[in-house]
Protein backbone atom coordinates (compact mmCIF):
# COMPACT_ATOMS: atom_id res chain seq x y z
CA UNK A 1 0.00 0.00 0.00
CA UNK A 2 3.26 2.25 0.43
CA UNK A 3 2.99 2.79 -3.04
CA UNK A 4 0.08 4.44 -3.41
CA UNK A 5 1.06 7.74 -4.49
CA UNK A 6 0.05 10.67 -2.90
CA UNK A 7 -1.99 12.35 -5.73
CA UNK A 8 -4.44 8.84 -5.85
CA UNK A 9 -5.16 9.80 -1.42
CA UNK A 10 -5.46 13.40 -2.45
CA UNK A 11 -7.62 12.48 -5.58
CA UNK A 12 -9.57 9.70 -2.48
CA UNK A 13 -9.77 12.38 0.14
CA UNK A 14 -11.65 15.42 -2.33
CA UNK A 15 -14.26 12.43 -3.77
CA UNK A 16 -14.95 11.29 -0.22
CA UNK A 17 -15.43 15.26 0.68
CA UNK A 18 -17.24 16.40 -2.59
CA UNK A 19 -19.70 13.33 -2.15
CA UNK A 20 -20.53 14.09 1.74
CA UNK A 21 -20.93 17.55 1.64
CA UNK A 22 -23.00 16.84 -1.57
CA UNK A 23 -25.19 14.37 0.22
CA UNK A 24 -25.63 16.60 3.34
CA UNK A 25 -27.00 19.49 1.20
CA UNK A 26 -29.15 17.40 -1.13
CA UNK A 27 -30.84 15.72 2.35
CA UNK A 28 -31.71 19.50 3.60
CA UNK A 29 -32.95 20.81 0.22
CA UNK A 30 -34.28 17.56 -0.87
CA UNK A 31 -36.26 16.46 2.13
CA UNK A 32 -38.44 19.53 1.65
CA UNK A 33 -38.92 19.19 -2.64
CA UNK A 34 -40.04 15.59 -1.53
CA UNK A 35 -42.10 16.69 0.75
CA UNK A 36 -43.97 18.83 -1.92
CA UNK A 37 -43.97 16.72 -4.72
CA UNK A 38 -45.74 13.71 -2.08
CA UNK A 39 -48.22 16.07 -1.06
CA UNK A 40 -49.12 19.30 -3.20
CA UNK A 41 -52.17 18.92 -5.03
CA UNK A 42 -50.68 21.51 -7.38
CA UNK A 43 -51.74 20.69 -11.50
CA UNK A 44 -48.07 21.47 -12.24
CA UNK A 45 -46.30 19.91 -9.41
CA UNK A 46 -45.55 17.63 -11.97
CA UNK A 47 -43.77 19.72 -14.45
CA UNK A 48 -41.10 20.49 -11.39
CA UNK A 49 -40.83 16.67 -10.81
CA UNK A 50 -39.73 16.50 -14.64
CA UNK A 51 -37.40 19.08 -13.80
CA UNK A 52 -35.51 17.81 -10.84
CA UNK A 53 -35.67 14.11 -13.20
CA UNK A 54 -33.83 16.34 -16.21
CA UNK A 55 -30.81 14.80 -14.60
CA UNK A 56 -31.57 11.57 -15.53
CA UNK A 57 -31.57 11.89 -19.19
CA UNK A 58 -29.51 14.42 -20.19
CA UNK A 59 -26.19 14.00 -20.93
CA UNK A 60 -23.89 15.34 -18.61
CA UNK A 61 -21.75 17.08 -20.70
CA UNK A 62 -25.16 19.11 -21.72
CA UNK A 63 -25.39 19.50 -18.21
CA UNK A 64 -21.99 20.54 -17.74
CA UNK A 65 -22.05 22.63 -20.27
CA UNK A 66 -25.16 24.87 -18.70
CA UNK A 67 -23.57 25.00 -15.30
CA UNK A 68 -20.33 25.96 -16.97
CA UNK A 69 -22.49 29.10 -18.46
CA UNK A 70 -23.88 29.47 -15.17
CA UNK A 71 -21.53 29.06 -12.54
CA UNK A 72 -18.65 31.07 -15.15
CA UNK A 73 -18.05 35.08 -14.47
CA UNK A 74 -21.32 36.21 -16.57
CA UNK A 75 -23.28 33.89 -14.98
CA UNK A 76 -25.04 34.11 -11.28
CA UNK A 77 -22.30 31.95 -10.11
CA UNK A 78 -20.31 34.54 -11.30
CA UNK A 79 -21.93 37.23 -9.35
CA UNK A 80 -21.92 34.85 -6.40
CA UNK A 81 -18.51 34.38 -6.14
CA UNK A 82 -17.43 37.96 -6.63
CA UNK A 83 -18.85 38.39 -3.27
CA UNK A 84 -15.63 37.11 -1.78
CA UNK A 85 -13.67 38.53 -4.61
CA UNK A 86 -13.51 35.49 -7.26
CA UNK A 87 -13.90 35.97 -10.34
CA UNK A 88 -15.65 32.56 -11.01
CA UNK A 89 -17.18 29.56 -9.25
CA UNK A 90 -16.34 27.41 -12.49
CA UNK A 91 -13.41 25.20 -11.88
CA UNK A 92 -13.48 25.20 -8.13
CA UNK A 93 -15.15 23.01 -5.57
CA UNK A 94 -17.73 24.90 -4.60
CA UNK A 95 -18.74 24.94 -8.25
CA UNK A 96 -18.27 21.28 -7.93
CA UNK A 97 -20.26 20.83 -4.94
CA UNK A 98 -23.33 23.19 -6.78
CA UNK A 99 -22.97 20.64 -9.97
CA UNK A 100 -22.95 17.31 -8.26
CA UNK A 101 -26.45 18.96 -5.87
CA UNK A 102 -27.83 19.51 -9.11
CA UNK A 103 -27.01 16.56 -10.83
CA UNK A 104 -27.59 13.84 -8.32
CA UNK A 105 -30.65 15.76 -7.18
CA UNK A 106 -32.84 13.17 -8.65
CA UNK A 107 -31.38 10.56 -7.04
CA UNK A 108 -32.38 11.22 -3.46
CA UNK A 109 -35.55 13.16 -4.36
CA UNK A 110 -37.12 10.02 -5.67
CA UNK A 111 -36.90 8.00 -2.99
CA UNK A 112 -37.79 10.11 -0.65
CA UNK A 113 -40.78 11.34 -2.20
CA UNK A 114 -41.33 7.91 -2.71
CA UNK A 115 -41.57 6.94 1.16
CA UNK A 116 -43.47 9.94 1.79
CA UNK A 117 -46.34 8.74 -0.47
CA UNK A 118 -46.44 5.15 0.42
CA UNK A 119 -46.91 6.81 4.21
CA UNK A 120 -50.38 7.87 2.86
CA UNK A 121 -52.07 10.69 4.51
CA UNK A 122 -53.33 9.00 7.69
CA UNK A 123 -50.25 9.40 9.65
CA UNK A 124 -50.21 12.89 9.33
CA UNK A 125 -53.88 13.32 9.99
CA UNK A 126 -53.69 10.97 13.31
CA UNK A 127 -51.17 13.13 14.54
CA UNK A 128 -53.03 16.36 14.09
CA UNK A 129 -55.95 14.71 15.88
CA UNK A 130 -53.11 14.03 18.55
CA UNK A 131 -52.48 18.43 19.10
CA UNK A 132 -49.46 17.74 16.80
CA UNK A 133 -48.85 20.81 14.58
CA UNK A 134 -47.65 20.33 11.59
CA UNK A 135 -44.22 20.74 12.37
CA UNK A 136 -43.80 18.15 15.14
CA UNK A 137 -45.96 15.60 12.83
CA UNK A 138 -43.53 16.23 10.34
CA UNK A 139 -40.45 15.55 12.59
CA UNK A 140 -41.97 12.96 15.11
CA UNK A 141 -43.88 10.79 12.19
CA UNK A 142 -43.11 11.53 8.93
CA UNK A 143 -39.66 11.77 8.83
CA UNK A 144 -39.33 8.44 11.15
CA UNK A 145 -41.57 6.69 8.83
CA UNK A 146 -39.79 7.76 5.72
CA UNK A 147 -36.54 6.34 7.09
CA UNK A 148 -35.75 3.52 4.40
CA UNK A 149 -36.42 6.17 1.80
CA UNK A 150 -34.13 8.41 3.46
CA UNK A 151 -31.42 6.51 3.90
CA UNK A 152 -31.76 5.31 -0.06
CA UNK A 153 -31.51 8.46 -0.89
CA UNK A 154 -28.87 9.42 0.62
CA UNK A 155 -26.44 6.07 -0.29
CA UNK A 156 -27.74 6.49 -3.97
CA UNK A 157 -26.92 10.42 -3.91
CA UNK A 158 -23.63 9.73 -2.57
CA UNK A 159 -22.29 7.32 -4.31
CA UNK A 160 -23.44 8.55 -7.78
CA UNK A 161 -21.80 11.81 -6.83
CA UNK A 162 -18.90 9.45 -6.50
CA UNK A 163 -19.37 7.90 -9.78
CA UNK A 164 -19.95 11.24 -11.92
CA UNK A 165 -17.40 12.05 -14.40
CA UNK A 166 -18.72 14.50 -17.26
CA UNK A 167 -19.94 17.03 -15.49
CA UNK A 168 -16.80 17.53 -13.04
CA UNK A 169 -14.86 17.47 -16.77
CA UNK A 170 -16.86 20.06 -17.97
CA UNK A 171 -17.12 22.18 -15.29
CA UNK A 172 -14.52 21.02 -12.64
CA UNK A 173 -11.36 20.36 -14.95
CA UNK A 174 -8.78 18.76 -13.68
CA UNK A 175 -6.95 20.40 -10.68
CA UNK A 176 -5.34 18.30 -7.56
CA UNK A 177 -6.45 19.12 -4.42
CA UNK A 178 -9.44 21.23 -6.02
CA UNK A 179 -11.34 19.52 -8.55
CA UNK A 180 -9.68 16.39 -9.73
CA UNK A 181 -11.71 13.68 -8.07
CA UNK A 182 -11.59 9.91 -8.62
CA UNK A 183 -12.98 9.40 -11.80
CA UNK A 184 -11.08 11.54 -13.92
CA UNK A 185 -8.22 10.87 -11.65
CA UNK A 186 -8.59 7.58 -13.41
CA UNK A 187 -9.05 9.06 -17.29
CA UNK A 188 -6.02 10.84 -16.27
CA UNK A 189 -3.87 7.76 -15.55
CA UNK A 190 -5.06 6.40 -18.70
CA UNK A 191 -4.28 8.95 -21.16
CA UNK A 192 -0.89 9.06 -19.42
CA UNK A 193 -0.68 5.21 -20.06
CA UNK A 194 -0.49 5.22 -16.12
CA UNK A 195 -2.04 1.99 -16.45
CA UNK A 196 -1.20 0.35 -12.70
CA UNK A 197 -2.74 3.26 -10.80
CA UNK A 198 -5.72 3.59 -13.53
CA UNK A 199 -6.28 -0.43 -12.41
CA UNK A 200 -6.28 0.59 -8.58
CA UNK A 201 -8.42 3.13 -8.43
CA UNK A 202 -10.77 1.19 -10.81
CA UNK A 203 -10.98 -1.92 -9.01
CA UNK A 204 -11.11 0.36 -5.29
CA UNK A 205 -14.51 1.59 -7.25
CA UNK A 206 -15.70 -1.53 -8.31
CA UNK A 207 -15.28 -2.82 -4.39
CA UNK A 208 -16.93 0.33 -3.00
CA UNK A 209 -20.14 0.08 -4.75
CA UNK A 210 -20.80 -3.71 -4.19
CA UNK A 211 -19.91 -2.93 -0.51
CA UNK A 212 -22.78 0.27 -1.02
CA UNK A 213 -25.33 -1.63 -2.82
CA UNK A 214 -24.84 -4.80 -0.60
CA UNK A 215 -25.41 -2.77 2.62
CA UNK A 216 -27.51 -0.72 1.38
CA UNK A 217 -29.99 -3.55 0.58
CA UNK A 218 -29.75 -5.25 3.90
CA UNK A 219 -30.20 -2.45 6.04
CA UNK A 220 -33.04 -1.38 4.01
CA UNK A 221 -33.95 -5.11 4.81
CA UNK A 222 -34.02 -4.93 8.61
CA UNK A 223 -36.02 -1.81 8.93
CA UNK A 224 -38.84 -2.89 7.12
CA UNK A 225 -38.50 -6.06 9.46
CA UNK A 226 -38.37 -4.12 12.27
CA UNK A 227 -40.33 -0.85 11.54
CA UNK A 228 -43.74 -1.70 9.78
CA UNK B 1 -80.00 20.70 23.68
CA UNK B 2 -77.74 23.32 22.53
CA UNK B 3 -76.34 23.08 25.92
CA UNK B 4 -73.50 24.82 26.42
CA UNK B 5 -71.42 21.38 26.57
CA UNK B 6 -73.49 19.98 23.77
CA UNK B 7 -72.27 19.90 20.05
CA UNK B 8 -74.09 21.75 17.38
CA UNK B 9 -72.71 20.75 14.14
CA UNK B 10 -73.76 21.94 10.44
CA UNK B 11 -72.32 21.02 7.00
CA UNK B 12 -73.06 21.13 3.40
CA UNK B 13 -71.11 20.94 0.81
CA UNK B 14 -70.81 18.10 -2.45
CA UNK B 15 -69.29 15.15 -1.88
CA UNK B 16 -68.16 13.07 -4.61
CA UNK B 17 -71.66 11.60 -6.07
CA UNK B 18 -74.19 13.31 -3.76
CA UNK B 19 -74.60 16.50 -1.58
CA UNK B 20 -74.19 16.30 2.33
CA UNK B 21 -76.58 18.84 3.62
CA UNK B 22 -76.84 17.83 7.68
CA UNK B 23 -77.31 19.27 10.55
CA UNK B 24 -77.52 17.95 13.58
CA UNK B 25 -77.45 18.85 17.56
CA UNK B 26 -76.05 16.50 20.49
CA UNK B 27 -76.16 16.54 24.25
CA UNK B 28 -72.56 16.97 26.12
CA UNK B 29 -72.89 13.25 27.20
CA UNK B 30 -73.11 10.07 26.82
CA UNK B 31 -72.49 8.20 23.39
CA UNK B 32 -74.54 9.13 19.72
CA UNK B 33 -74.34 7.15 17.29
CA UNK B 34 -74.11 8.57 13.59
CA UNK B 35 -76.95 5.60 12.05
CA UNK B 36 -76.66 4.75 8.40
CA UNK B 37 -75.83 2.36 5.95
CA UNK B 38 -72.16 2.86 3.54
CA UNK B 39 -71.50 5.81 1.73
CA UNK B 40 -74.01 8.44 3.31
CA UNK B 41 -71.67 10.80 4.69
CA UNK B 42 -71.29 9.60 7.91
CA UNK B 43 -67.36 9.86 8.28
CA UNK B 44 -67.15 12.93 6.19
CA UNK B 45 -69.45 14.08 8.69
CA UNK B 46 -66.92 13.16 11.67
CA UNK B 47 -63.44 14.60 9.71
CA UNK B 48 -65.27 17.65 9.63
CA UNK B 49 -65.87 18.10 13.10
CA UNK B 50 -62.32 16.73 13.74
CA UNK B 51 -61.15 19.43 11.30
CA UNK B 52 -59.59 16.95 8.69
CA UNK B 53 -61.89 17.83 6.01
CA UNK B 54 -62.90 21.10 5.14
CA UNK B 55 -67.05 22.12 4.25
CA UNK B 56 -69.08 24.67 4.38
CA UNK B 57 -70.74 25.03 7.96
CA UNK B 58 -70.38 25.59 11.19
CA UNK B 59 -69.14 23.10 14.30
CA UNK B 60 -69.83 24.02 18.19
CA UNK B 61 -68.70 21.85 20.71
CA UNK B 62 -69.07 23.06 24.36
CA UNK B 63 -69.26 26.75 23.60
CA UNK B 64 -66.33 27.01 21.45
CA UNK B 65 -66.66 27.89 17.74
CA UNK B 66 -64.16 25.46 15.81
CA UNK B 67 -65.93 26.16 12.52
CA UNK B 68 -67.75 28.97 11.49
CA UNK B 69 -68.24 31.65 8.63
CA UNK B 70 -64.86 33.73 10.01
CA UNK B 71 -63.34 30.33 12.10
CA UNK B 72 -61.36 27.54 10.96
CA UNK B 73 -59.34 25.77 13.69
CA UNK B 74 -56.85 23.26 12.34
CA UNK B 75 -57.66 19.72 13.28
CA UNK B 76 -54.34 20.32 15.90
CA UNK B 77 -56.23 22.54 17.52
CA UNK B 78 -59.57 20.87 18.65
CA UNK B 79 -59.81 18.61 21.52
CA UNK B 80 -61.40 16.09 20.00
CA UNK B 81 -60.04 12.83 20.10
CA UNK B 82 -59.97 10.11 17.20
CA UNK B 83 -60.18 6.16 16.79
CA UNK B 84 -60.00 5.58 12.86
CA UNK B 85 -61.20 2.73 11.25
CA UNK B 86 -58.18 1.26 11.41
CA UNK B 87 -56.02 1.53 14.40
CA UNK B 88 -53.78 3.66 12.53
CA UNK B 89 -50.81 3.31 15.40
CA UNK B 90 -47.46 4.98 14.34
CA UNK B 91 -45.75 2.00 13.87
CA UNK B 92 -42.11 3.37 14.98
CA UNK B 93 -43.13 3.90 18.33
CA UNK B 94 -44.15 1.33 21.22
CA UNK B 95 -47.16 1.29 22.63
CA UNK B 96 -46.32 3.60 25.28
CA UNK B 97 -44.77 5.85 22.72
CA UNK B 98 -47.89 5.96 20.78
CA UNK B 99 -50.26 6.14 24.21
CA UNK B 100 -48.25 9.28 25.14
CA UNK B 101 -47.99 11.11 22.04
CA UNK B 102 -50.22 13.19 22.42
CA UNK B 103 -48.84 14.07 26.28
CA UNK B 104 -45.13 14.12 24.78
CA UNK B 105 -44.04 11.34 26.49
CA UNK B 106 -45.21 12.60 30.00
CA UNK B 107 -48.24 10.13 31.65
CA UNK B 108 -50.85 12.54 32.52
CA UNK B 109 -51.83 12.06 35.87
CA UNK B 110 -55.94 12.01 36.67
CA UNK B 111 -57.18 14.98 37.85
CA UNK B 112 -59.94 17.04 37.24
CA UNK B 113 -60.60 17.17 33.33
CA UNK B 114 -57.53 15.40 33.12
CA UNK B 115 -57.75 11.57 32.10
CA UNK B 116 -54.48 9.71 33.60
CA UNK B 117 -52.33 7.21 32.36
CA UNK B 118 -52.83 4.70 34.45
CA UNK B 119 -56.76 4.61 34.90
CA UNK B 120 -56.46 4.06 30.87
CA UNK B 121 -53.95 1.88 30.70
CA UNK B 122 -56.04 -0.22 33.32
CA UNK B 123 -59.53 0.62 32.07
CA UNK B 124 -58.93 -0.83 28.72
CA UNK B 125 -56.33 -3.45 29.78
CA UNK B 126 -53.21 -2.50 28.17
CA UNK B 127 -50.51 -3.01 31.54
CA UNK B 128 -49.61 -5.99 29.27
CA UNK B 129 -48.67 -4.34 26.00
CA UNK B 130 -46.81 -0.72 26.99
CA UNK B 131 -43.49 -2.10 26.01
CA UNK B 132 -44.74 -3.57 22.87
CA UNK B 133 -44.04 -2.58 19.04
CA UNK B 134 -48.04 -2.32 17.16
CA UNK B 135 -46.78 -5.12 14.87
CA UNK B 136 -47.03 -7.30 16.98
CA UNK B 137 -50.39 -6.85 18.51
CA UNK B 138 -53.80 -8.72 17.43
CA UNK B 139 -56.40 -6.49 16.09
CA UNK B 140 -58.10 -5.74 18.80
CA UNK B 141 -55.55 -4.84 20.98
CA UNK B 142 -54.51 -2.11 18.34
CA UNK B 143 -57.80 -1.04 18.47
CA UNK B 144 -57.96 -0.66 22.22
CA UNK B 145 -54.30 1.31 21.66
CA UNK B 146 -55.99 3.77 19.59
CA UNK B 147 -58.88 4.36 22.09
CA UNK B 148 -56.51 4.75 25.12
CA UNK B 149 -54.12 7.13 22.78
CA UNK B 150 -57.53 9.12 21.99
CA UNK B 151 -58.31 9.23 25.24
CA UNK B 152 -55.35 10.21 26.59
CA UNK B 153 -55.07 13.02 23.99
CA UNK B 154 -57.66 14.88 27.20
CA UNK B 155 -60.40 15.09 24.62
CA UNK B 156 -63.41 17.29 25.00
CA UNK B 157 -65.41 15.38 22.56
CA UNK B 158 -64.62 11.50 21.15
CA UNK B 159 -65.33 10.86 17.81
CA UNK B 160 -65.56 7.31 16.75
CA UNK B 161 -64.82 6.27 13.06
CA UNK B 162 -66.80 2.40 12.84
CA UNK B 163 -64.14 1.47 15.40
CA UNK B 164 -65.21 -2.23 15.08
CA UNK B 165 -65.87 -2.54 11.33
CA UNK B 166 -62.38 -4.02 10.42
CA UNK B 167 -62.13 -6.45 13.39
CA UNK B 168 -63.68 -9.88 12.90
CA UNK B 169 -67.06 -10.73 15.10
CA UNK B 170 -64.47 -12.61 17.57
CA UNK B 171 -62.32 -9.62 18.55
CA UNK B 172 -65.59 -7.19 18.16
CA UNK B 173 -67.21 -9.16 20.94
CA UNK B 174 -63.50 -8.77 23.07
CA UNK B 175 -64.05 -5.11 22.60
CA UNK B 176 -67.55 -4.08 22.56
CA UNK B 177 -67.52 -4.54 27.13
CA UNK B 178 -64.48 -2.20 27.13
CA UNK B 179 -66.63 0.51 25.10
CA UNK B 180 -69.50 -0.35 27.93
CA UNK B 181 -66.69 0.14 30.04
CA UNK B 182 -65.71 3.23 28.94
CA UNK B 183 -69.07 4.76 28.45
CA UNK B 184 -69.92 4.28 32.46
CA UNK B 185 -66.77 5.88 33.10
CA UNK B 186 -66.52 8.79 30.55
CA UNK B 187 -68.02 12.31 31.04
CA UNK B 188 -67.38 13.82 27.62
CA UNK B 189 -69.82 13.04 24.65
CA UNK B 190 -68.64 10.13 22.61
CA UNK B 191 -69.82 10.31 18.04
CA UNK B 192 -69.83 6.95 17.25
CA UNK B 193 -70.15 6.37 13.43
CA UNK B 194 -71.18 3.21 12.52
CA UNK B 195 -73.90 0.97 10.22
CA UNK B 196 -74.09 -1.91 12.58
CA UNK B 197 -77.65 -1.16 14.13
CA UNK B 198 -76.11 -4.00 17.00
CA UNK B 199 -73.33 -1.56 18.13
CA UNK B 200 -75.92 1.21 18.24
CA UNK B 201 -78.39 -1.34 20.86
CA UNK B 202 -75.57 -1.86 22.90
CA UNK B 203 -73.85 1.54 22.72
CA UNK B 204 -75.40 4.74 21.96
CA UNK B 205 -77.98 7.02 24.28
CA UNK B 206 -78.67 8.90 21.49
CA UNK B 207 -78.82 8.64 17.74
CA UNK B 208 -78.74 10.49 14.33
CA UNK B 209 -80.19 8.53 11.81
CA UNK B 210 -78.31 9.66 7.54
CA UNK B 211 -79.30 8.81 4.59
CA UNK B 212 -77.69 10.00 1.65
CA UNK B 213 -76.00 13.10 3.31
CA UNK B 214 -79.43 14.24 5.33
CA UNK B 215 -79.95 13.61 8.94
CA UNK B 216 -83.61 11.74 8.68
CA UNK B 217 -83.99 11.48 12.57
CA UNK B 218 -81.95 12.37 15.43
CA UNK B 219 -82.66 12.23 19.35
CA UNK B 220 -82.96 9.83 22.55
CA UNK B 221 -82.43 6.45 20.96
CA UNK B 222 -85.84 5.34 22.50
CA UNK B 223 -87.57 7.66 20.84
CA UNK B 224 -85.76 7.14 17.35
CA UNK B 225 -86.41 2.91 17.78
CA UNK B 226 -89.65 3.34 18.34
CA UNK B 227 -91.10 5.96 16.06
CA UNK B 228 -92.56 3.93 14.01
CA UNK B 229 -92.57 6.16 10.80
CA UNK B 230 -89.12 5.98 10.91
CA UNK B 231 -87.08 3.32 8.34
CA UNK B 232 -85.76 1.65 11.58
CA UNK B 233 -88.59 0.72 13.27
CA UNK B 234 -89.80 -1.25 9.82
CA UNK B 235 -87.09 -3.22 9.41
CA UNK B 236 -87.03 -6.92 9.66
CA UNK B 237 -84.61 -6.43 12.35
CA UNK B 238 -86.61 -3.64 14.44
CA UNK B 239 -85.86 -3.54 18.02
CA UNK B 240 -86.11 -1.16 21.12
CA UNK B 241 -83.61 -0.78 24.18
CA UNK B 242 -85.10 -0.28 27.40
CA UNK B 243 -83.28 0.43 30.41
CA UNK B 244 -83.81 -2.05 32.96
CA UNK B 245 -82.54 -2.04 36.94
CA UNK B 246 -81.75 -5.33 38.91
CA UNK B 247 -84.09 -6.13 41.52
CA UNK B 248 -83.23 -9.91 42.28
CA UNK B 249 -82.04 -13.34 40.83
CA UNK B 250 -83.99 -16.45 41.08
CA UNK B 251 -80.79 -19.01 41.73
CA UNK B 252 -82.63 -22.36 41.35
CA UNK B 253 -83.55 -21.27 37.45
CA UNK B 254 -80.67 -18.71 37.16
CA UNK B 255 -82.81 -15.87 35.96
CA UNK B 256 -82.81 -12.30 36.95
CA UNK B 257 -85.69 -10.37 38.13
CA UNK B 258 -85.81 -6.69 36.13
CA UNK B 259 -87.23 -3.35 36.76
CA UNK B 260 -88.36 -1.86 33.63
CA UNK B 261 -90.25 1.11 33.45
CA UNK B 262 -93.76 0.19 33.93
CA UNK B 263 -93.21 -3.70 34.19
CA UNK B 264 -91.22 -6.70 35.83
CA UNK B 265 -88.94 -9.04 33.39
CA UNK B 266 -87.16 -12.65 33.98
CA UNK B 267 -84.35 -12.73 31.98
CA UNK B 268 -81.27 -15.43 32.09
CA UNK B 269 -78.69 -13.51 33.27
CA UNK B 270 -75.49 -14.24 35.96
CA UNK B 271 -75.96 -14.05 39.81
CA UNK B 272 -72.60 -11.36 40.00
CA UNK B 273 -75.35 -8.88 38.76
CA UNK B 274 -76.04 -6.92 41.85
CA UNK B 275 -79.48 -5.39 42.84
CA UNK B 276 -79.68 -1.82 41.08
CA UNK B 277 -77.24 -2.14 38.65
CA UNK B 278 -78.67 -1.12 35.43
CA UNK B 279 -78.71 -3.31 32.41
CA UNK B 280 -79.66 -2.97 28.37
CA UNK B 281 -82.17 -4.89 27.48
CA UNK B 282 -83.23 -5.55 23.48
CA UNK B 283 -86.64 -6.72 22.68
CA UNK B 284 -86.68 -7.25 19.21
CA UNK B 285 -90.23 -6.53 17.45
CA UNK B 286 -90.57 -9.77 15.49
CA UNK B 287 -90.40 -11.37 19.77
CA UNK B 288 -93.40 -9.43 20.56
CA UNK B 289 -96.67 -11.19 20.63
CA UNK B 290 -100.43 -9.93 21.46
CA UNK B 291 -103.26 -11.41 23.35
CA UNK B 292 -106.15 -10.01 24.85
CA UNK B 293 -106.43 -11.85 27.82
CA UNK B 294 -103.76 -13.10 30.08
CA UNK B 295 -102.62 -16.25 29.50
CA UNK B 296 -102.77 -18.39 32.45
CA UNK B 297 -100.36 -21.04 31.66
CA UNK B 298 -97.80 -20.16 29.36
CA UNK B 299 -94.50 -21.31 28.77
CA UNK B 300 -93.27 -17.99 28.11
CA UNK B 301 -91.71 -15.92 30.84
CA UNK B 302 -92.75 -12.20 30.46
CA UNK B 303 -95.89 -11.29 29.53
CA UNK B 304 -96.64 -7.72 30.36
CA UNK B 305 -100.01 -5.59 30.52
CA UNK B 306 -99.98 -2.88 27.74
CA UNK B 307 -101.46 -0.70 25.52
CA UNK B 308 -101.31 -0.15 21.43
CA UNK B 309 -100.13 3.35 21.36
CA UNK B 310 -100.26 3.43 17.23
CA UNK B 311 -99.60 1.12 14.35
CA UNK B 312 -98.83 1.17 10.56
CA UNK B 313 -99.01 -1.34 7.76
CA UNK B 314 -95.78 -2.81 6.98
CA UNK B 315 -96.64 -4.00 3.02
CA UNK B 316 -99.66 -6.06 2.76
CA UNK B 317 -99.84 -8.91 5.38
CA UNK B 318 -97.69 -7.32 8.36
CA UNK B 319 -98.40 -4.67 11.16
CA UNK B 320 -96.08 -2.87 13.29
CA UNK B 321 -97.33 -1.61 16.74
CA UNK B 322 -96.07 0.61 19.03
CA UNK B 323 -96.80 -0.44 22.52
CA UNK B 324 -96.51 1.29 25.81
CA UNK B 325 -96.17 -1.05 28.51
CA UNK B 326 -98.37 -0.91 32.08
CA UNK B 327 -102.36 -1.13 32.37
CA UNK B 328 -102.68 2.34 31.36
CA UNK B 329 -100.04 2.29 28.67
CA UNK B 330 -97.35 4.68 30.60
CA UNK B 331 -94.79 2.84 30.92
CA UNK B 332 -91.50 2.36 28.70
CA UNK B 333 -91.87 1.64 24.70
CA UNK B 334 -92.14 -1.53 22.61
CA UNK B 335 -92.37 -2.39 19.24
CA UNK B 336 -94.72 -5.71 17.78
CA UNK B 337 -95.06 -7.27 14.50
CA UNK B 338 -98.46 -8.80 14.05
CA UNK B 339 -100.21 -10.13 11.06
CA UNK B 340 -102.75 -8.06 9.65
CA UNK B 341 -105.09 -11.33 9.66
CA UNK B 342 -104.44 -11.03 13.28
CA UNK B 343 -105.07 -7.64 13.55
CA UNK B 344 -108.64 -7.84 11.93
CA UNK B 345 -109.66 -11.42 13.58
CA UNK B 346 -108.42 -10.02 17.16
CA UNK B 347 -110.14 -6.43 16.31
CA UNK B 348 -107.07 -4.46 17.78
CA UNK B 349 -106.78 -1.21 17.49
CA UNK B 350 -105.05 1.95 18.89
CA UNK B 351 -105.68 2.49 22.29
CA UNK B 352 -106.89 -0.67 23.39
CA UNK B 353 -105.42 -2.55 26.20
CA UNK B 354 -103.69 -5.82 25.76
CA UNK B 355 -101.20 -7.85 26.93
CA UNK B 356 -97.30 -8.14 25.44
CA UNK B 357 -96.12 -11.45 25.25
CA UNK B 358 -92.18 -11.50 25.26
CA UNK B 359 -90.50 -14.74 23.53
CA UNK B 360 -87.43 -13.68 24.10
CA UNK B 361 -85.32 -10.73 25.72
CA UNK B 362 -81.79 -10.52 25.47
CA UNK B 363 -79.56 -8.51 27.96
CA UNK B 364 -77.38 -6.34 25.56
CA UNK B 365 -74.80 -4.89 27.66
CA UNK B 366 -73.25 -4.07 31.06
Same mark, same amino acid.
Given at each position: ????????????????????????????????????????Q???????????????????????????????????????????????????????????????????????????????E???E??A???????????????????????????????????????????????????????????????????????????????????????????????????? | ????????AAFSGRL????L????????????????? @???G?TSILRCIAGLQRLDGSC??????WQDGRTFLPPHRR??? !??????????????????? !???????????????????????????????????????????????????? @??????????????????????????????????????? !????????????????? #???????????? #?????????????????????????????????????????????????????????????????????????????????????????????????????????????????????????????????????????????? #????
Open positions: MQDLSPEIWTAVRLTIELAALTTAILLVVGTPVAWWLARSAWWKEAVAAVVALPLVLPPTVLGFYLLVALGPDGPGGALASLWGARTLAFTFEGLVIGSVVYSLPFVVQPIRNAFEAMGRPMVATLRASPLRAFFTVALPLARPGFLTGAVLGFAHTVGEFGVVLMIGGNIPGETRVLSVAIYDFVETLRWREANMLAAGMVVFAFVVILAMMLAEKRMRRAGR | MTAANGIAGGFAEAEFTVPGRGITALFGP @SGCKRVGGEAAVG !YVFQEASLFPHLTVRGNLL !YAARGKPPVAGPGTIGFDETVGLLGLAGLLERAPAKLSGGERQRVAVGRALL @SQPRLLLMDEPLSALDRETRDEILPFLEKLHETLAIPVL !YVTHDIAEVERLADHLV #LLRAGKVVASGP #LGDIQSDIDLPLARQRDAAVSLDAVVVGHDAAYGLLDLDVDGGRFLVPGSPELEAGTHLRLRIGAGDVSITLQEPRSTSILNVLPARIVSSRALGEREMVLLLALGREGDGANLLARVTKRSWDQLKLADGLPVFAQIKSAA #LASR
